[in-house]
């Protein structure tokens, strides 16, 4: 394919030069050959087995770039060497998909906080209305009302529960809104932070959209050149969306991990239960209250996971499960006066805990077989046709240098291509957990010979540090973590439109947009053949390419 119009004239001995610092208006048609008087209401001729039909001028399109006057010489080469450098620098960090992540993390999390701080709320005039009733119970004139002491206790017994069922729901709501205003300020404060790289990262796209824009006088260069851009932004559109979402599944995975370690270390805990005396309600209630807590940071690490993978439905710990364990974790206090209900609440425990790990293996397996795959795939893709667009705008350039300069301009270019290391896509991983609130210490619990628990002791006597994670006690085998499932009984993973969106509907357009290149390209040739000038495409910003890439998009999700 030529150089554009300028390189289409120069094959007919009517070079175009642009001389240094020299201006054009940046919507100045070109000027183009009229065709042999023909007036609107002649016919144009029909084309013969030999000529094309006769084209008459049509109208430029304008470009979204504002064209700014630049002298035309060998140190504009090493500009936009310079710019492509450093953009590739910035495009390694993803910074312009994780801003768009971040801004609806950031959305979803404000509207989570409104909901949560809705229903404390609620528990707390709960609670309050709770309390009153115990208290109007322990009146004299109320207590004198009741003819039988053993029914008062009852009464009084069953209103004490019900406080501190209610207080108990309250505490927990607390420490859910705490927990997600706490994410929502950090990815705040993320936000900000990011959007200073994004904002450097677009500065740069703007200066290279005007130095190509002025180059080219508000056209495409070529063709071909333009050809490469689209096929370009789509592969680099679907390797930041795939890069993305690995971000997303790590971040998940963290989560995920320190949820199951709390599962075990709750299962643990609420064993330890069964070897504290009935009598010593202190320690009892201590143990229940560190089971909840380490149940209430599970429940709220497994919904942050949910909240990252917002658009894939876990086969593993579903919201219906967590909103099972949360309450459960509601009538703790209640499970832990029975031992039939503590062995089905250990049984509810135990099970979400299973499953947590076997979600676990599911976000690994997905990982290793699709998404790091397809990112490879895709970032080798994107990178030969970056630089195979880079390749072809430099020849470009290098014609209009050699038009002005009148000379053959020599660079070496080399090293272009090695000087700037593919960066890893891999993010630093941001995702922060929720740690149970510290309740008791192993020192709390009696020991075995007070008939207290069969908590280990160390040679001195002391008692021995208590693990928070899926580490095994000596001898121990039941606490042993659930054994992996074979690969074939693993759920399936996500479709690619889950995992990454629809891509397929971004493809779809590119091809769109090739099949009127190609009936453009068949135009052009008509119009050289008719000594016409070739017409080539108002140049587009890469803010704009990318908001129509965005509208197409959201135009088929909400179709």
């Known amino acids: 394919m030529g150089c554009g119009a300028s390189s289409a004239n120069t094959a007919r001995g009517q070079p175009v030069v642009v001389h240094a610092g020299a201006t054009r208006h940046p919507h100045t048609h070109v000027a183009i050959k009229p065709v042999a008087n023909v007036s609107p209401q002649q016919h144009i001729q029909h084309p013969t087995s030999t000529q094309h039909p006769q084209l008459a001028p049509v109208k430029e399109e304008k470009s979204d770039i504002e064209i700014k006057p630049v002298e035309i010489n060998k140190a504009i080469l090493t500009k936009y060497i310079e710019l492509e450098k450093q953009a590739r620098i910035h495009e390694a960090k993803n910074i312009l998909k994780q801003v768009q992540g971040k801004k609806a993390e950031e959305a979803d999390l404000n509207t989570t906080v409104k909901q949560l701080h809705e229903h404390h709320e609620k528990c707390a005039a709960q609670t309050r209305k709770e309390k009153a009733d115990v208290d109007h119970m322990q009146q004299v004139t109320v207590r004198n009302f009741f003819k039988d002491q053993t029914m008062y206790d009852a009464q009084l017994s069953k209103e004490q529960e019900e406080y501190l069922d209610a207080l108990n729901k309250q505490e927990i709501a607390k420490k859910d809104l705490d927990g997600v205003t706490v994410q929502r300020d950090r990815v705040s404060r993320e936000l900000q932070e990011m959007k200073g790289e994004a904002e450097k990262l677009l500065a740069i796209y703007k200066e290279q959209d005007e130095l190509l824009a002025s180059v080219f006088d508000g056209k495409y260069g070529s063709d071909q050149e333009y050809k490469l851009e689209s096929e370009l932004d789509m592969l680099l559109d679907r390797k930041q969306r795939i890069s993305a979402a690995r971000y997303k599944w790590h971040n998940a995975r963290v989560l995920m991990h320190h949820a199951c370690n709390q599962l075990a270390f709750a299962c643990r805990r609420w064993q330890d239960l069964r070897n504290v005396r009935g009598d010593n309600m202190q320690v009892r209630y201590h143990v229940a209250t560190e089971t909840r807590n380490n149940l209430i940071a599970a429940a709220q690490n497994i919904t942050s996971a949910q ?92 014609v209009k240098v050699r038009e002005v300069l009148g000379s053959e301009v020599e660079m070496d270019l080399s090293e272009d291509d090695n000087n700037v290391e593919e960066a890893d896509d891999i993010e630093q991983e941001l995702a922060e957990f929720t740690e149970a609130d510290k309740v008791s210490l192993a020192e709390d619990l009696p020991t075995h010979q007070d008939g207290g628990t069969d908590q280990d002791t160390t040679d001195g006597g002391e008692t021995a540090p208590v693990t928070t994670g899926n580490e095994l006690m000596p001898g121990n085998a039941e606490d042993r973590g659930p054994s992996p499932l074979p690969l074939n009984e693993l759920a399936p993973p996500p479709t690619q439109e889950d995992l990454f969106g629809d891509i397929e509907e971004l493809k779809r357009q590119h091809e769109k947009e090739m099949e009127e290149l190609q009936k453009a390209q068949e135009l052009n040739k008509a119009r050289l053949d008719q000594g016409l000038q070739e017409k080539l495409r108002a140049r587009r910003s890469r803010r704009a390419r990318q908001q129509a890439q965005e509208e197409a998009v959201s135009q088929v999700a909400t179709a």
């Open 307 to 398: 909240r990252y993978l917002n658009t894939i439905t876990f086969p593993y710990c579903t919201q219906q499960e967590v909103v099972t364990l949360s309450n459960a974790t509601n009538n703790i206090y209640t499970d832990m006066q029975k031992a039939d209900r503590q062995a089905h609440a250990l049984q509810c425990y135990t099970i979400t805990h299973r499953r947590a790990a076997a979600l676990i293996q599911w976000f690994d397996h997905v990982l290793a077989t699709t998404i790091e795959k397809d990112l490879k795939a895709s970032a080798t893709l994107a990178s030969n046709k970056d630089k195979q667009l880079r390749e072809e705008r430099l020849r470009l350039m290098m």
